[in-house]
């Protein structure tokens, strides 16, 4: 099952970024969804996770108040809304589902290609 994740790129500390993962090929509203993050030399890291409708959302410490997951399942889509981004956002993201809304990287079964963010100084 295809996660395709988009919308990376570089911005200026303090930007924002908005990434979107769209998923083909299951019933997108079955599943709950996560983004995580991988930067160079340290391992992936959870970062957002939302419920299957939405009604949940769960964030790591380091981005709450910064970043809002959102998902639109008319369009099979999550969204990573990225506000006041810091140097140390920079990392590649990655859309993964799962069954049940987790922050545990293991419990996802299916992973998009990543999107690479670099926030400069």
């Known amino acids: 099952v295809p996660l395709q994740a988009c919308g990376g790129g570089l911005v200026q500390a303090g930007g924002s970024l908005r990434l979107s993962c769209a998923a083909s090929?299951?019933?997108?509203?079955?599943?709950?969804m996560g983004w995580f993050r991988q930067a160079p030399g340290k391992e992936r890291e959870f970062t957002a996770a939302i419920s299957w409708n939405g009604g949940s959302t769960y964030y790591a410490d380091f981005v709450k108040g910064r970043f809002t997951i959102s998902r639109d399942n008319a369009k099979n889509t999550v969204y990573l809304q990225m506000n006041s981004l810091k140097p140390e956002d920079t990392a590649v993201y990655y859309c993964?589902?799962?069954?049940?809304?987790?922050?545990?990287?293991?419990?996802?079964?299916?992973w998009g290609q990543g999107t690479q963010v670099t926030v400069s100084s």
């Open positions: 993964a589902s799962t069954p049940y809304t987790t922050r545990e990287p293991w419990k996802y079964d299916y």
């Open positions: 090929g299951r019933t997108f509203s079955n599943y709950a």
